[in-house]
Nanobody, 122 residues
């Protein structure tokens, strides 16, 4: 019904950059919030950044000033530009969609992508 497909992960050296993309597909009228979470080795999943359909953003303190979230509502796609990456940014990054309206009905659940690995190492 609703699918999220991420791309853009990989291996990068400390100080490097990566750009993640996540495209939503399905009979979607609107997605209120789209964002990114991550789960590092031995850690719980945590919020990285989220953006509402109107452009309001929220970032984790650990990524402020380094990561930038953006959206293309027409393409139902969210991006995460990650600069000055650090080893502690190593994690599986998951795309999240919340407040998804399908066929006029607002769905109660979050939708998740399959995850993309980001590894920061020299």
């Amino acid at each position: 019904q609703v699918q999220l497909v991420e791309s853009g992960g990989g291996l990068v050296q400390p100080g490097g950059s990566l750009r993640l993309s996540c495209a939503a597909s399905g009979t979607i009228f609107i997605i209120n919030n789209m964002g990114w979470y991550r789960q590092g080795p031995g850690k719980e999943r945590e919020l990285v950044a989220v953006m509402s359909s109107s452009g309001t953003t929220n970032y984790a303190d650990s990524v402020k000033g380094r990561f930038t979230i953006s959206r293309d509502n027409a393409k139902k796609t969210v991006y995460l530009q990650m600069n000055n990456l650090k080893p502690e940014d190593t994690a599986v990054y998951y795309c999240d969609a919340d407040g998804v309206v399908v066929a006029g009905i607002r769905m109660p659940q979050h939708y998740w992508g399959q995850g993309t690995q980001v590894t920061v190492s020299s």
